[in-house]
């Protein structure tokens, strides 16, 4: 009898990722994507300049880190932005050269189009609530060798501007 319940709630619990603890399949599928990009990839804005991103998967692939440098940005302003996954959600923090921290949870991911929002859960370094910040962020996985992100400023607790750009994979 032992047994048969033991059996049971094993069943339960690999079948219940809630229980289990593990992260939902369109986090876990979202994250394997995200370290699909690693590596460097590059686009150049309508002036002109380079924006140039890399992605790497450190610490036994539990994070994927992003820095993003930019020829407008100037030097020493690098962002970095690390994801990760938190018990079963997948989430990011964007350390911005806006002088904060913004916190964002995967909202929605569609494998078949390649389609990832990420949406605002807080900020740490906000001088106050209606300062500026990247407030959503999304990808557009196109192809192994291209994807576009467009991430969201809110100032002032509304819509400022997006920076939406598209990169391209350095061989």
């Given at each position: 009898m032992k047994l048969r319940f033991l059996s049971l709630v094993l069943v339960l619990l690999s079948t219940c990722p809630s229980w289990a603890g593990s992260a939902n399949l369109n986090d876990l599928a979202a994250f394997d994507r995200l370290k699909s990009l690693a590596g460097n990839w590059e686009n150049t804005t309508a002036k002109g300049a380079k924006n140039r991103v890399t992605y790497e998967v450190v610490s036994g692939g539990s994070p994927v880190v992003e820095r993003?440098?930019?020829?407008?940005?100037?030097?020493?302003?690098?962002?970095?932005?690390?994801?990760?996954?938190d018990g079963n959600r997948l989430q990011l923090t964007h350390y911005c050269m806006a002088k904060n921290q913004p916190h964002m949870r995967a909202e929605a991911f569609n494998p078949a189009t390649g389609n990832l929002h990420f949406a605002f859960v807080n900020a740490t370094g906000l001088a106050s609530a209606d300062a500026g910040h990247m407030h959503n962020v999304d990808f557009h996985f196109i192809d192994a060798d291209h994807f576009s992100a467009d991430w969201q400023f809110y100032e002032a607790g509304k819509p400022k501007f997006n920076e939406a750009v598209q990169y391209t994979r350095v061989k």
């Amino acid at each position: 009898m032992k047994l048969r319940f033991l059996s049971l709630v094993l069943v339960l619990l690999s079948t219940c990722p809630s229980w289990a603890g593990s992260a939902n399949l369109n986090d876990l599928a979202a994250f394997d994507r995200l370290k699909s990009l690693a590596g460097n990839w590059e686009n150049t804005t309508a002036k002109g300049a380079k924006n140039r991103v890399t992605y790497e998967v450190v610490s036994g692939g539990s994070p994927v880190v992003e820095r993003f440098e930019g020829e407008e940005l100037g030097p020493g302003n690098a962002m970095i932005t690390v994801y990760y996954l938190d018990g079963n959600r997948l989430q990011l923090t964007h350390y911005c050269m806006a002088k904060n921290q913004p916190h964002m949870r995967a909202e929605a991911f569609n494998p078949a189009t390649g389609n990832l929002h990420f949406a605002f859960v807080n900020a740490t370094g906000l001088a106050s609530a209606d300062a500026g910040h990247m407030h959503n962020v999304d990808f557009h996985f196109i192809d192994a060798d291209h994807f576009s992100a467009d991430w969201q400023f809110y100032e002032a607790g509304k819509p400022k501007f997006n920076e939406a750009v598209q990169y391209t994979r350095v061989k």
